[in-house]
């Protein structure tokens, strides 16, 4: 029976290649719209739940050389300064419940440390930080040694490992859990350590220049708060503070979706419009084979095979055409996931929190079964069409190949 499948298949292979492409590009388009689709909603999810600052003051500099998005998304550089006594201006507005600072050092990558990816070098007061925790899987002290890192989760270093940046050896003490935020591209250090790291580079000397010691700096000041009908009136008293940005994550985050909505409908579209080509691909092609390869198919029924052995065939040829679409299309899937990511990143900052490699498997079997189901679908008439073929129709007919 196998043997006759395949060759079946060869015999009618440009039908074949069409149904099998046609599978392929359906299961990849919207195989990467769900990853793409998942990550969005997890990074959304987990601002959501896991973030535990929604107001960030960073000076106006930095808002005008980049965006809030890639402030909060990115691990983009923000070698821009407040001095610490705007920090406390911050923290003594009225409707501030809770204020912490960082101090963000430069942009590393492998040319000066031992990092696959570009990661942001932040310094985190931890004696007044509340918003890493969440994500940490160890109690973070209210002081980490001057040896000791934390690394976000899209940076490398495992726990215990030993890294090394601007020629110094640091062990990473924690990895976190995925924020779909500026976190994920970070390593997280004590404030002062930063500081005294910056304060040493020659190449950064302009800044300190410009902007005075870096033991008086800070770059941004994440504020909380607990009454929301004061809200508003709390974004105006920090936002009339000189030379200072005030940035709300909900809305940016609500703006980030928002971009991307005309992208996923797209998408969606065009994985839907595959969808159901492929649907009338397979059925066209089942539904006619039996009238069109009758001779054939009487002829077996002739020699002696069952209306139960033609029934194999038939569904045989398209459990491989299918099979052979799927895995096509779920690697294709996969590496489209990439470029799309790739693409809207370069493109523009949203929050994004990628799917478990467990989570990505259970959508590709989802795909698995969903589809058996389809093509079980395409040929229940063809089937049925079996019953009604009669070896006699051989002498009838002489048209086959």
Known sequence: MKDLILHSLKMHKVQTISVTLSVALSVMALFALVLVY?????????????????IMVVPTEAAAE???????FT?????????????????????????????????????????????????????????????????????????EVIVGAS?????????TLLD??????????????????????DIDVVRDICGASDGLAYLWDKYGDPHGLVSCILVDYE????????????????????????????????????????????????????????????????????????LYRAIGANR??????????????VAIGLVAGLILGVILYQVLIGMLQN?????????SVGAIVGVGVAFVVVFALIALAAIAVPLSQLGRLEPSLVMQQGDID
């Not at 980049?66 to 909060?72: C, I, K, N, V, Y």
């Not at 925790?133 to 002081?143: E, L, N, T, V």
């Not at 110094?168 to 390593?187: A, C, H, K, M, W």
């Open 155 to 163: 940076t490398n270093g495992n726990v215990g490992d030993t890294i």
């Open 347 to 355: 493109g523009t900052a949203f929050p994004f929190a990628g799917l």
């Open 75 to 147: 691990g983009a550089p923000a070698s821009y300064y407040l001095s610490d006594e705007v920090a406390q201006r911050v923290a003594g507005t009225e409707g501030v419940t809770r204020m912490s600072s960082q101090f963000f050092g430069q942009t590393l990558d492998a040319s000066c440390c031992s990092v696959d990816t570009a990661s942001r070098l932040i310094g985190v007061d931890f004696t007044t930080d509340w918003t890493i925790q969440p994500f940490a899987h160890i109690d973070i002290p209210d002081h980490l040694a001057a040896d």
């Open 308 to 321: 139960g052995q033609l029934r194999k065939l038939i569904g045989g040829e398209v459990a491989v055409i």
């Open 227 to 298: 009454d929301e009908s004061q809200y508003n009136r709390l974004i105006t008293r920090l936002g009339n503070i000189d030379g200072v940005r005030v940035l709300e994550r909900s809305a940016l985050v609500s703006e980030a979706q928002g971009q991307l909505e005309t992208v996923f409908f797209i998408l969606l579209g065009a994985g839907v419009l595959m969808l159901i080509s492929t649907l009338v691909q397979l059925f066209a092609r089942f539904y006619s084979c039996v009238w069109d390869r009758k001779s054939e198919l009487a």
């Open 168 to 189: 110094n050896q640091y062990t990473v003490v924690d990895r976190l859990e995925p924020s779909g935020s500026d976190l994920d591209f970070s390593i997280l250090l």
């Open 38 to 54: 998942g990550g969005v909603q997890g990074g959304v999810q987990l601002n959501a739940e896991r973030s535990g600052a929604q």
């Open 66 to 72: 980049l965006s809030g998005e890639d402030l909060l």
